[in-house]
T-cell receptor, first 116, second 111 residues
Framework: GAVVSQHPSWVICKSGTSVKIECRSL??????MFWYRQFPKQSLMLMAT?????????EQGVEKDKFLINHASLTLSTLTVTSAHPEDSSFYIC????????????FGQGTRLTVV | DAKTTQPTSMDCAEGRAANLPCNHS???????VYWYRQIHSQGPQYIIH???NNETNEMASLIITEDRKSSTLILPHATLRDTAVYYC????????????FGDGTTLTVKP
């Protein structure tokens, strides 16, 4: 099956700093990538949809200036958490689809962000 | 996406079949039933999907009722590694990535 890889798998940063998370499709071109956030003992919540070469579409309540998304190529999307605070500590997960008509979404392994 | 209802948790003995139910009474005609699972601290893993016919693959079987208002995911011989949260999602066939995850069922496979 198609592989989606996230980097890093975990990161600890100081409050006020910015953190970049990468999501790569290793063996296919991803027309669209999706970013989710998951707090402990909760389900995944969609944050934004990222299309290659265009601005991301954010879900209601997600601050676009805080969570910067760049989808510069068909194999890479990045999520930057700017001025991170402890409440941003969470499990961030990306997924990718080959095209809008594809039946499967392939998920990365997730990135555990801890802000201290 | 149509709302789904799943039991919060289930236990299953190792080697036995695990049957995970999902209610989706408001499913639309163009919506498919998808199942994913999430092992602790990992990303979700696709298991299977179907529209109205029963489906089987190397991981599981999916049984959808004739009225499509409910379905059951069957893991035929559960192992300890199948312990995970199982999510039932109903959504249109297109735009696969924008899935709405509910709370899922925590399946615990016991020795």
């Amino acid at each position: 099956g198609a592989v989606v890889s996230q980097h890093p798998s975990w990161v600890i940063c100081k409050s006020g700093t910015s953190v970049k998370i990468e999501c790569r499709s290793l063996d296919f071109q991803a027309t669209t990538m999706f970013w989710y956030r998951q707090f402990p003992k909760q389900s995944l919540m969609l944050m934004a949809t990222s299309n290659e070469g265009s601005k991301a579409t954010y879900e209601q309540g997600v601050e676009k200036d805080k969570f910067l998304i760049n989808h510069a190529s068909l194999t890479l999307s990045t999520l930057t958490v700017t001025s991170a605070h402890p409440e941003d500590s969470s499990f961030y997960i990306c997924s990718a689809t080959m095209s809008k008509s594809n039946t499967e979404a392939f998920f990365g392994q997730g990135t555990r962000l801890t802000v201290v | 996406d149509a709302k789904t209802t799943q039991p919060t948790s289930m236990d299953c003995a190792e080697g036995r079949a695990a049957n995970l139910p999902c209610n989706h009474s408001t499913i639309s005609g163009n919506e498919y039933v998808y199942w994913y699972r999430q092992i602790h601290s990992q990303g979700p893993q696709y298991i299977i999907h179907g529209l109205k016919n029963n489906e089987t693959n190397e991981m599981a079987s999916l049984i959808i009722t004739e009225d499509r208002k409910s379905s059951t995911l069957i893991l035929p011989h559960a192992t300890l590694r199948d312990t995970a949260v199982y999510y039932c999602i109903v959504r249109p066939h297109t735009n696969a990535g924008k899935s709405t995850f509910g709370d899922g069922t925590t399946l615990t496979v016991k020795p």
